[in-house]
């Protein structure tokens, strides 16, 4: 048993969270495999950007479609300017960071000329593994 800060973790905490993460993702991986049965059946019976939904004893199934519709960038872009449409088109201007990275290692660029405009950010991840096999 560990205290810190008058929390208590317990080797069943542990035990319970490594389990239930186990069950978590048979679940997930059974969900998924119902899912394309499922798919795969409204896809022969409409189609596969058709909509659809059955009843079978209480229960609904339903497929929903969402469309999505965005603008082919290239494509989009070569067409506006051809048309002279060009305060239609964004002009976005971002680092680089691979050509950075190569400008530091060749000394064309050096860390202290970047102090400021780099952002760091953290992601606390939980994660329980057993040391022995089970």
């Known amino acids: 048993m560990v205290k810190q800060?008058?929390?208590f973790i317990t080797d069943e905490m542990l035990v319970k969270y490594y389990e239930l993460n186990k069950k978590k993702k048979e679940i997930e991986m059974?969900?998924?495999?119902?899912?394309?049965l499922f798919?795969?059946?409204?896809?022969k019976l409409v189609g596969p950007d058709n909509k659809a939904?059955?009843?079978?004893?209480?229960?609904?199934?339903?497929?929903?479609?969402?469309?999505?519709?965005?603008?082919n960038e290239e494509v989009t872009v070569k067409r506006l300017e051809e048309?002279?449409?060009n305060e239609l088109v964004q002009v976005v201007k971002k680092p680089d960071d691979a050509k950075i990275k190569s400008a530091l290692q060749l000394g064309l660029l050096s860390e202290r000329n970047l102090e400021g405009c780099i952002v760091t950010s953290y992601s606390p991840a939980i994660s329980v593994k057993t040391l022995t096999p089970r």
Do not use: A, P, V
Request: charge should be neutral; avoid cysteine.
């Open 53 to 71: 939904e059955i009843t079978l004893n209480g229960y609904k199934l339903q497929r929903q479609i969402r469309k999505i519709e965005k603008y």
């Open 5 to 7: 800060n008058d929390s």
């Open 39 to 43: 798919q795969d059946y409204f896809n």
């Open 30 to 36: 059974e969900m998924n495999q119902l899912k394309d």
């Open 83 to 85: 048309l002279q449409m």
